[in-house]
């Protein structure tokens, strides 16, 4: 693949991952310690091209900025540990694109993992864990809290991954992304 074209990809990856990111976030679906977002369901390009990690990890550093306005310097470690979330994700990905339900769950695993370890800190920032949730009082301790956050970022991500994503890479499959864009199938 071409230089050019691999910029290209990751550019049109970036853009379509950071804006999916910023409209879900928006939500209420798309932010908190469930989340679903449409945007993960792109993480499977992945598979398909090289060019996916680091327009995964671009479009995750730019969306992950765009909160800097609203939740202050605490959306830094967003930027920083989300971002690497998604980067360590697409890398699994790429690296296990030839076993399809093994690539996918490396968003889940590397998102579930560490999103969690500074989730309570975003979240307290803007007073949600004032309050129980499922009946459980998340806010006693770190660990609860994060152990909550590990369960509930890896159900959404395996909504978002396996079947969202999952219906994303068979259809682009199907399209021929791989032979449209030069990028030849493990």
């Known amino acids: ?3 050019s ?6 550019g ?3 853009a379509v991952y950071a804006v999916l990111t910023f409209l879900m976030i928006q939500s209420p679906i798309g932010f908190g310690p469930v989340q679903l977002r449409l945007s993960e369901a792109v993480t499977v390009v992945a598979c398909l091209t090289p060019a996916g990690i680091p327009g995964l990890t671009l479009g995750s550093v730019v969306a992950n900025a765009a909160m800097l306005p609203q939740f202050g310097p605490v959306a830094l470690l ?3 540990f989300g971002s690497l979330g998604t980067l360590l994700g697409a890398m699994w990905m790429r690296h296990f694109r030839g076993r399809t339900r093994v690539a996918l769950l490396g968003p889940v695993v590397t998102n579930a ?6 989730l ?3 979240l307290a920032a803007t007073g949600f864990y004032d309050r129980t949730f499922f009946g459980l009082d998340v806010a006693s301790s770190w660990p609860t809290m994060y152990a909550f956050g590990v369960v509930t970022v890896a159900a959404g991500q395996v ?4 079947f969202l994503g999952g219906l994303v890479l068979a ?3 199907r399209l021929g992304f791989e032979h449209m864009f030069g990028v030849a199938r493990k």
């Open 1 to 3: 693949m071409s230089r």
């Open 5 to 10: 074209r691999f910029v290209a990809q990751a």
């Open 12 to 14: 049109i990856i970036a």
């Open 78 to 80: 967003d930027v920083v």
């Open 113 to 118: 993992l560490i999103v969690p370890a500074y």
């Open 120 to 122: 309570p800190f975003v």
């Open 159 to 162: 909504v978002s991954v396996y």
């Open 171 to 173: 259809a682009l499959r």
